[in-house]
């Protein structure tokens, strides 16, 4: 492996990334802003799942707060916000969550702490991922979509 090998590899994903697929994940096939979102959310719990299962808990942490985050996105969208305005930060998606009544105020300073505190802490700091931490947000995680999607009209559109 070289530097030269690297600079390759960066332009040819930057050039996968600036075509249409032609074979995109199961389920996210659709045009629509905030189906995507849900169906992200779907797609990273069921991958947390099987992760759990092998023990990968640093990745079904990271998992379960992006899962977390793109169903809050997913009814901000549905609500009528347009892609360009979703909030530019994590805490930021929480705050509107509340603004809007999707979750309580309350959730959200928690889900911030949470975010703020255990998320960064486990990823980039000296946190260390354990089964027990990985089990409980996952299970955040999962309570959280149902109860946000079981708020939508759009609730068939999830492949859960």
Not at 33 to 50: E, F, N, P, W
Not at 83 to 89: C, F, K, N, Y
Not at 93 to 99: F, G, I, L, Q, S
Not at 119 to 127: H, L, N, P, S
Request: net charge negative; proline share 2%; with cysteine.
């Amino acid at each position: 492996m070289s530097s030269t090998r690297i600079e390759t590899l960066v332009d040819e994903v930057q050039a996968a990334f600036d075509h249409r697929p032609s074979t995109i994940e199961s389920g996210l096939e659709t045009n629509e802003a905030d189906i995507l979102q849900l169906r992200k959310s779907c797609r990273l719990l069921a991958g947390a799942t099987v992760l759990l299962e092998q023990g990968f808990y640093t990745l079904v942490i990271e998992a379960s707060f992006v899962a977390i985050e793109r169903v809050i996105e997913f009814k901000l969208l549905e609500g009528g916000l347009e892609p360009r305005d979703l909030p530019g930060t994590h805490p930021g998606v929480y705050t509107e969550a509340a603004r809007r009544g999707i979750i309580s105020h309350h959730v959200a300073e928690n889900l911030q702490d949470l975010w703020r505190n255990h998320r960064a802490k486990t990823y980039y700091q000296d946190g260390l991922a354990s089964k027990s931490r990985a089990e409980e947000l996952f299970e955040l995680a999962r309570e959280t979509h149902e109860y946000v999607v079981n708020q939508s009209t759009k609730k068939y559109e999830c492949i859960c």
